[in-house]
């Protein structure tokens, strides 16, 4: 114990002025946590959401952000609803955005899952046969989420139209159901052979001079006989 007059221990000065440095950044902190959620109409378990997600260990000013953006994404209007969800619907939401994303990050995963699940036309898988199902489900799996699901198995599902390059089953198509019909030139029309008879007469026999008329009486021109 120190005397009166005495000299104060500096070790002790120092350890004091640490005590009353961590209790003013506390109270500073509360004093800006209650500012915060002050200005805010967010629920308790909304706050309790916010915490979890805005860990103190960022620091005041990283924090601080961090708070801002989560209670924003809770005021501004049209909060994603999942009333309009199957229980199916609802666990694949609940698979596809965690909680842990923190309340802005899953408004944004929940805005746009819930859009595929409600907002597009529904897949119908089965106007595929088994076989191709199989297929498209072990091509597009489910864990991708409802909106990147949904893209994989339209364009996928493409690819099994009867009038795509590869057939139904997945076979290539014949070639020549994929190359066009093409007009096919009259072929020129060929004479026939003349027959033989037609050949020994052809060209026609000039007649020479004299000409016989048999073995033994020739027939002279007129005007050449003695």
């Known amino acids: 114990m120190d005397r009166p007059g005495s000299t104060a221990n500096p070790d002790r000065c120092a350890a004091g002025r640490s005590q009353l440095a961590t209790v003013a950044a506390v109270a500073i902190g509360s004093i800006v946590a209650t500012e915060v959620f002050s200005q805010s109409d967010i629920t308790p378990d909304q706050k309790a959401w916010v915490d979890a997600s805005c860990s103190r260990a960022l620091g005041p000013s990283l924090w601080r952000d961090c708070v801002n953006r989560e209670v924003e994404a809770f005021r501004r209007p049209n909060w994603p609803s999942l009333s309009r969800l199957t229980p199916n619907q609802r666990q694949w939401l609940s698979d596809s955005c965690s909680r842990a994303l923190g309340p802005s990050l899953w408004r944004n995963c929940a805005e746009r899952e819930i859009s595929a699940l409600v907002q597009s036309a529904p897949v119908n898988l089965n106007r595929y046969s088994k076989t191709d199902r199989k297929w498209l489900e072990k091509a597009c799996s489910r864990a991708l989420g409802p909106s990147l699901w949904r893209d994989c198995i339209?364009?996928?599902?493409?690819?099994?139209?009867?009038?795509?390059?590869?057939?139904?089953?997945?076979?290539?198509?014949?070639?020549?159901?994929?190359?066009?019909?093409?007009?096919?030139?009259?072929?020129?029309?060929?004479?026939?052979?003349?027959?033989?008879a037609e050949i020994a007469s052809y060209p026609p026999q000039v007649p020479t001079w004299p000409r016989w008329k048999s073995a033994h009486h020739p027939v002279i021109p007129s005007g050449l006989g003695h």
């Open 154 to 196: 339209v364009r996928e599902a493409k690819a099994l139209q009867p009038t795509s390059p590869i057939g139904h089953s997945g076979r290539d198509a014949p070639a020549a159901a994929q190359r066009p019909a093409q007009s096919v030139a009259p072929r020129p029309s060929i004479k026939a052979a003349p027959k033989p």
